[in-house]
């Protein structure tokens, strides 16, 4: 029902800056939206969450104050704004969609495939 597809991942120095974008086609009015990633070897991880208003906005503390999650509605696309890169934020990053606010941020009915950041330190 809702298909996404991530783009913008790359290699990134540390400390340097890098967004990535989530482009939604199907049924997306009204969708919450959300980036999770995950780690070589770690579980995956709620990164921050969107309403479709883009009023309400939610970060995991790993990335508050350098992050930003934002959408732009017309274009169906959600994007996420890296500032401040860590090696500790190399995972690859998963954009994905839900109905429900809550369901966004812990079992999202709709994924992308992923697109891998690296921190180079």
């Known amino acids: 029902q809702v298909q996404l597809v991530e783009s913008g991942g790359g290699l990134v120095q540390a400390g340097g800056s890098l967004s990535i974008s989530c482009a939604a086609s199907g049924r997306t009015a009204s969708t919450y939206m959300a980036w999770f990633r995950q780690a070589a070897g770690k579980e995956r991880e709620f990164v921050a969450a969107?309403?479709?208003?883009?009023?309400?906005?939610d970060y995991t503390y790993a990335v508050k104050g350098r992050f930003t999650i934002s959408r732009d509605n017309a274009k169906n696309t959600v994007y996420l704004q890296m500032n401040s890169l860590k090696p500790e934020d190399t995972a690859v990053y998963y954009c994905?969609?839900?109905?429900?606010?809550?369901?966004?941020?812990?079992?999202?009915?709709?994924w992308g495939q992923g697109t891998q950041v690296t921190v180079s330190s």
């Open positions: 969107v309403s479709y208003s883009g009023n309400l906005k």
């Open positions: 994905a969609a839900d109905l429900s606010y809550n369901q966004v941020k812990l079992r999202p009915t709709y």
